[in-house]
């Protein structure tokens, strides 16, 4: 029987399996990850959450309603930095969750909210430690305290016609350095100034608000990168919604690695700069590689 719910749909996935796997092991690395999905699933319990499957190194939960996913997920990733046998791996999650009409049938969950959701988790949007809502799903939470988001922007989802606008869940205990407005859901101003250091070879960058700074083959290029897979007009870097976004627009892609996450490929497509990592244009990193670029985002 195929039933319609409003439900809050989350997932959680463990982020950087893959290393894990290479660095302990098959047996090792899959009960490590066993253990982190069984911990998420007792804390969804918690919050009136239901498991309804693990995949890999992710689960899929749903909620009645958005607080209660919400409150689970800051419980998730807090319970995941402060177990020994998790911190002792340097194992983290990446949780994305929306609120919306589902179909439930035989157990499952179904329909346009669940990919949603689904978006909200990828590697493309949500990083280790973070959390990755919708802003419908917090604009209706009206009595609680001590939640506080930051916006993201407005992204494009699979399915979708028009962009939606998406926040980050600040879950961290120690918010000494995030500004907060004296609301019952209170919100980060994301917009303060920034700046972006970029380091290639022996070249460096100051990037600035309101500074384009673009990388390719070409001579007029801001960095010219000059290697076979990169392209003429590589990619853009801009300040776009309180960030600093990297556009690809090249025919082979540009390769993102921040901090201790997997490679992410962007093509044709944008991504938010995060805290410091690197660059490849045009092929994935290698150990041995003497043509990427080290960025560094920081409040100036």
Not at 36 to 57: E, P, Y
Not at 183 to 212: H, P
Not at 226 to 255: C, P, Q
Request: aromatic letters at 6%.
């Amino acid at each position: 029987m195929t039933e319609r719910r409003s439900l809050t749909i989350l997932f959680a996935d463990v982020s950087g399996s893959t290393r894990l796997f290479e660095t302990r092991g098959d047996e090792v690395a899959r009960r490590l990850i066993g253990n982190v999905l069984n911990a998420l699933g007792d804390v969804a319990a918690r919050h009136g959450g239901r498991v309804i499957k693990t995949i890999g190194d992710e689960i899929m939960c749903t909620f009645p309603g958005p607080l209660h996913g919400l409150l689970s997920a800051t419980d998730m990733q807090r319970r995941i930095k402060t177990d020994p046998e998790f911190v002792r791996d340097n194992l983290a999650i990446r949780i994305g969750l929306h609120h919306g009409e589902a179909l439930v049938e035989n157990g499952d969950v179904f329909g346009d909210a669940v990919n949603t959701a689904a978006r909200m988790a990828d590697k493309s949007l949500a990083r280790r430690d973070q959390i990755v809502t919708t802003a419908s799903t917090v604009n209706g939470i009206t009595q609680t305290t001590g939640l506080r988001t930051r916006s993201l922007g407005q992204v494009r989802v699979l399915g979708k016609q028009a962009p939606i606008e998406i926040v980050d869940v600040i879950w961290q205990d120690d918010v000494a350095n995030v500004t907060t407005v004296q609301r019952v859901m209170q919100n980060v101003d994301a917009a303060e100034r920034c700046r972006l250091q970029l380091r290639y070879k022996s070249l460096v960058f100051e990037v600035d608000e309101g500074m384009s700074f673009s990388i390719g083959r070409d001579p007029a290029s801001s960095l010219v990168v000059e290697t076979e897979w990169v392209s003429r007009n590589h990619a853009l870097i801009e300040w776009k919604r309180g960030y600093f976004m990297l556009a690809d627009r090249s025919t082979n892609g540009t390769w993102l690695k921040i901090g201790d996450d997997d490679d992410l490929l962007v093509h044709r497509d944008e991504v938010h700069l995060r805290r410091s990592g690197t660059m490849n244009f045009g092929q994935a990193h290698r150990i041995d590689d003497a043509d990427l670029v080290y960025f560094n985002c920081a409040e100036a």
